[in-house]
């Protein structure tokens, strides 16, 4: 039974390290597997796939797209787009929705820095883009930059007194629409996942069951089942879940790095997922690779 996470996030997007970095500290782990899957983008997966190249650990080019979803609200969906070459794909039509994506996001970023602004907080666009590296930026960026500069003492304050839904500079953005994007995944030969249930808003199990039930007609195949905050009774409501609509299951720390708490590789921290876990979902990227997958059912 070997160790995996299906979930990173590196310098591509909003994370702290280089995806050579996280290639690195996985394999020194013995990882099976590995996932980055950075925000609206693939910009960290070419520098993935060097790190890794000849070696042992199986890279899965990934995405993490935010979505507006049907029944309202919003939510996270991973997308895997296993058999693709890295260094060469360009993820098609998903790269051109990202692209959109990408700039409601840069637009976003430039609303919240004027309200932060108006509040009196000394930031700029230009300190935002340096401190991102060029990469997808984000909110997280902007709340590292308050840690800082001592306005608030921790990422999670700068959420919840000004970049949080409902706090004094938040500010909405444009997403692609759920339904849309399980197209995108799968119109590109990729998986759907829907990332970390437990986090949407607003929903309880009944709530999570019903749009998983929704979104499976839409074409979504997995659950994001193994994941640092699910607990055991929450872990095991959605693998039954998943059995229930034939939905494969995955698993990954979520590492970004932007605080001691933030451990990767993701055993240091006390949450792991090992291989038989996550095995449908494995045995799927083998099927894709193949260019023969059926839908698996959860085991």
């Not at 979505?67 to 998903?94: I, K, Q, R």
């Not at 996001?105 to 919240?112: A, F, G, P, Y």
């Not at 709340?143 to 304050?157: C, D, H, N, P, R």
């Amino acid at each position: 039974m070997a160790t995996l996470d299906l979930h990173v996030h590196s310098t591509g997007s909003d994370g702290a390290m280089r995806p050579s970095w996280i290639v690195e500290r996985a394999l020194e782990s013995g990882y099976c597997a590995l996932a980055v899957t950075d925000h609206d983008t693939f910009t960290g997966i070419p520098e993935a796939a060097r790190a890794a190249g000849g070696t042992d650990l199986k890279l899965i080019p990934g995405v993490e797209l935010s979505v507006e979803l049907h029944c309202g609200g919003s939510a996270h969906m991973l997308g895997y787009f296993p058999g693709h070459d890295p260094l060469t794909w360009n993820g098609g039509s998903v790269e051109k929705a990202l692209s959109a994506v990408r700039e409601a996001r840069d637009s976003r970023n430039s609303l919240i820095v004027q309200k932060l602004q108006e509040h009196g907080i000394p930031i700029t666009m230009r300190e935002v883009m340096e401190h991102s590296g060029g990469g997808v930026t984000g909110r997280l960026h902007i709340a590292t930059i308050l840690v800082q500069k001592g306005v608030v003492s921790s990422t999670e304050q700068a959420f919840r007194f000004y970049l949080g839904k409902g706090a004094k500079a938040y500010v909405s953005r444009e997403r692609i629409g759920d339904f849309r994007a399980l197209d995108l995944i799968r119109e590109n030969g990729g998986i759907s996942v829907l990332a970390h249930p437990w986090l949407l808003e607003g929903r309880d199990g009944t709530g999570i069951r019903a749009l998983v039930a929704s979104l499976t007609e839409g074409g979504l195949m997995g659950i994001e089942a193994f994941y640092p905050i699910h607990d055991k009774e929450k872990t095991a409501f959605l693998v039954r879940t998943a059995r229930e609509f034939g939905l494969v299951l995955t698993g990954g720390s979520d590492f970004h790095g932007v605080d001691q708490r933030d451990l990767f590789p993701s055993e240091k921290s006390g949450f792991r997922v090992d291989s038989d876990q996550v095995r449908t979902f494995l045995e799927a990227c083998s099927g894709m690779m193949k260019g023969d997958h059926r839908d698996g059912e959860a085991q």
